[in-house]
């Protein structure tokens, strides 16, 4: 499984990730869709991102 790459925390269960909602207004998105960023629980560190009702693609760093 995957690893917090800042704080070392094992990301083993959705508990370990935040999922924060961000508003199409950051430039680069700008389509409709919503967006989350996957966060680490323990220091907050962005981990990923999917579009709502996706799942964070599981493999690509
Ligand atoms: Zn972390």
Redesign the pocket.
Known sequence: MVH?P??Q?PLETADDIEFAETDATTGFIKASKRFYTAN?A??G?TIGSGVAGAKSNGGAV
Do not use: G, K, S
């Open positions: 917090c800042e704080c925390t680490c323990a220091c560190l």
